[in-house]
C-alpha cells in the first residue's frame, strides 16, 4: 500500500477540524436562534395565558368571561392570531374554544399534543404540528395550564402558529449548508498551498542533506537559515554527520594502514625471490630462501586473519550465540598454551587459582581476547619475565580479569592510543617481533561484544597491567 504524503493528511485533519468547527458553530447558531423566535412568540403566548386565567378567577358570568376572553385573544386570521380551549378534566365539551380550535375539519387539539400533561398548577410549552389543509402541515406553540377551580381542574390550552419560526428557521439551516460546504471546500483547497508553504523549510533541508556528499559530511548550516522548529532535528543530523565523518576518516586510515601492513610482507617476500633469482645457489641457500619467505607469507598471513576478524567483530551487534562459559578453565587452558611460549624466552605465564566463575558470551571469541592479550604481554614485556593472570570478582554482578606483566615503560600519553588499529608503541620492534598493532582493538571490540570493557594501566614500579570487566552469567 502506498503511503499518503504528509501534504495530503494535513489538508484532510484541517478540512475535517474546518467542518467540526462549521458543524459546532452552526448547531449552537441554530438553537440560538431557535430558541429566540420561540421566546417572542412564549412571551405573548404566557401573557395571554395569564389574563385568560385571571378572567377565569375574576368573572362567574359565561358570557362575560367569554367577550373578556375574545377581547383577550384579539383578531387575526386562523393561521396567525393566538387561539384557546378552555375545559374541565373529565368533560369532552369545552367551556371556551375559538380560532383554530373550531376549525371543522380537525380532530380536537389536544389529541395531537405530544407528552403528558403538565402537573395541576403549573404550565408547560409544546410545539405541535396539525395538518389544516390537505398538502400542508402547519407547527405551532401551545401553552398549557392546569389550574384548580373550585372542585375542578380547568385546562386553559393557548396556541399561536410558529410557522414565522419554522420558515426563518428552514432559511438559516440552507443558508448554514451552503456556507459550511462552502469554507469547508475552500479549507481543502487552500490548505495544500499553505502546508506546502510551511514545509517549504523541510523541502530546503531536504534539498541541502541531497548535496552532501561524503567530502562535504562536516559541512555546516547557519541557524539563521532554519526555522526554530528544525533547528533540534538539524542539530542531531549535523552530530550524525560528524560522527559519520569520523567512522568514514577512520576507515579511510584503516584501509591506508591495512594497505602498508600488506604491502610490507609483500615487499620482503618479492626481494627475497627476487634475491634468489639472481645468481644459482646451493640447495641450502635456497632452502633458508624458502624459510625466509615462508616466516613472511607467515605474518601476512596472520595479519589477513586478524584484519577479517575486526571486520567480522564489527559487522554485528550482537553475539552470534551466547553461552555459559566457564571463565576460570578458559583462563587456564589458555594460559597453559603461553606458558609453553614463555618458556622459550626463560619467561613463565602463572595463573591464579580461582573458584569457579561462569559468564555469558562466545567462547571462541573470550579465548581470542585473553590470547591476544597474552600474546601482546609476552611481546613487550621483558624477556625472561613473568606474566600473571589474576580472575577476580569486581561487584556482584561482574568479574575482572588482569594481565600483568613487568614492562611499564609505557607513557601516559600512549596508553590513550593502544587500542587504535595498528598503533605500535615502537614500531621497528613491534614489526620485526611480528606485531600488528591489531591485537589490542580487536581485545576491545570483544569486550565491548560481551558487554564489558578493558582498560590498562602502566608505571615502572607497577608494570603493565590490562584489565577486562565482564558481566557474570
Known amino acids: 500500500m502506498k503511503p499518503v504524503s504528509i501534504r495530503l493528511r494535513l489538508s484532510l485533519l484541517i478540512s475535517l477540524l474546518t467542518l467540526a468547527i462549521i458543524l459546532v458553530v452552526s448547531v449552537v447558531a441554530y438553537v440560538e436562534l431557535e430558541e429566540s423566535l420561540l421566546r417572542n412568540i412564549d412571551e405573548i403566548l404566557r401573557a395571554t395565558g395569564e389574563g385568560i386565567v385571571a378572567t377565569l378567577d375574576e368573572h362567574e358570568d359565561a358570557a362575560a368571561r367569554e367577550a373578556e376572553f375574545r377581547s383577550i385573544m384579539g383578531s387575526g386570521s386562523s393561521g396567525d392570531s393566538v387561539w384557546c380551549r378552555i375545559w374541565v378534566d373529565g368533560r369532552e365539551e369545552s367551556l371556551f374554544s375559538s380560532g383554530?380550535?373550531?376549525?371543522?375539519?380537525?380532530?380536537?387539539?389536544?389529541?395531537?399534543?405530544?407528552?403528558?400533561?403538565?402537573?395541576?398548577?403549573?404550565?408547560?410549552?409544546?410545539?405541535?404540528?396539525?395538518?389544516?389543509?390537505?398538502?400542508?402541515?402547519?407547527?405551532?406553540?401551545?401553552?398549557?395550564?392546569?389550574?384548580?377551580?373550585?372542585?375542578?381542574?380547568?385546562?386553559?390550552?393557548?396556541?399561536?402558529?410558529?410557522?414565522?419560526?419554522?420558515?426563518?428557521?428552514?432559511?438559516?439551516?440552507?443558508?448554514?449548508?451552503?456556507?459550511?460546504?462552502?469554507?469547508?471546500?475552500?479549507?481543502?483547497?487552500?490548505?495544500?498551498?499553505?502546508?506546502?508553504?510551511?514545509?517549504?523549510?523541510?523541502?530546503?533541508?531536504?534539498?541541502?542533506?541531497?548535496?552532501?556528499?561524503?567530502?562535504?559530511?562536516?559541512?555546516?548550516?547557519?541557524?539563521?537559515?532554519?526555522?526554530?522548529?528544525?533547528?533540534?532535528?538539524?542539530?542531531?543530523?549535523?552530530?550524525?554527520?560528524?560522527?559519520?565523518?569520523?567512522?568514514?576518516?577512520?576507515?579511510?586510515?584503516?584501509?591506508?594502514?591495512?594497505?602498508?601492513?600488506l604491502r610490507t610482507p609483500v615487499a620482503v617476500i618479492k626481494s627475497t625471490l627476487q634475491t634468489a633469482q639472481l645468481q644459482r645457489r646451493t640447495v641450502g641457500e635456497y632452502e633458508e630462501n624458502i624459510e625466509e619467505t615462508l616466516q613472511d607469507v607467515g605474518r601476512l598471513e596472520h595479519l589477513i586473519e586478524q584484519l577479517l576478524s575486526l571486520a567480522r567483530l564489527e559487522t554485528p551487534d550482537t553475539l552470534r550465540e551466547s553461552l555459559d562459559v566457564r571463565l576460570d578453565a578458559l583462563l587456564s587452558e589458555t594460559v597453559g598454551a603461553f606458558d609453553a611460549r614463555a618458556a622459550q624466552r626463560n619467561g613463565r605465564v602463572v595463573f591464579s587459582e580461582a573458584p569457579p566463575t561462569t559468564v555469558k558470551g562466545d567462547e571462541n571469541e573470550l579465548r581470542q581476547l585473553f590470547g591476544n592479550l597474552l600474546d601482546n604481554a609476552l611481546r613487550h614485556g621483558p624477556r625472561g619475565g613473568t606474566v600473571r593472570v589474576t580472575l577476580a570478582n569486581g561487584t556482584e554482578d561482574r568479574v575482572t580479569v588482569s594481565v600483568h606483566d613487568e614492562g611499564g615503560q609505557i607513557s601516559p600519553d600512549t596508553v590513550v592510543h593502544l587500542f587504535d588499529r595498528f598503533y605500535r608503541v615502537d614500531s621497528s620492534r613491534s614489526q620485526a617481533s611480528g606485531g600488528s598493532g591489531l591485537g589490542l582493538a580487536i581485545a576491545r571490540e570483544i569486550a565491548h561484544r560481551h558487554g564489558g570493557d578493558i582498560e590498562i594501566t602502566s608505571n615502572p614500579q607497577a608494570g603493565t597491567v590490562v584489565s577486562v570487566s565482564l558481566p557474570r552469567g
Open 100 to 261: 383554530l380550535a373550531n376549525h371543522p375539519r380537525r380532530e380536537p387539539l389536544l389529541d395531537l399534543l405530544p407528552g403528558e400533561a403538565p402537573e395541576v398548577g403549573e404550565s408547560s410549552f409544546l410545539s405541535t404540528a396539525d395538518e389544516i389543509d390537505r398538502d400542508e402541515e402547519h407547527p405551532y406553540r401551545v401553552l398549557w395550564i392546569r389550574r384548580v377551580q373550585g372542585q375542578e381542574v380547568v385546562n386553559v390550552l393557548v396556541g399561536r402558529s410558529s410557522h414565522y419560526v419554522s420558515h426563518e428557521l428552514t432559511e438559516f439551516y440552507q443558508l448554514l449548508l451552503i456556507v459550511g460546504a462552502s469554507l469547508t471546500l475552500l479549507a481543502f483547497l487552500v490548505a495544500p498551498v499553505l502546508i506546502s508553504w510551511g514545509l517549504r523549510p523541510i523541502a530546503q533541508a531536504g534539498a541541502q542533506l541531497q548535496a552532501i556528499t561524503h567530502k562535504s559530511l562536516k559541512q555546516q548550516r547557519e541557524p539563521s537559515e532554519m526555522t526554530p522548529e528544525l533547528k533540534p532535528f538539524m542539530a542531531a543530523l549535523d552530530d550524525m554527520l560528524d560522527r559519520l565523518d569520523e567512522a568514514m576518516r577512520q576507515q579511510e586510515q584503516f584501509i591506508a594502514d591495512a594497505a602498508h601492513e
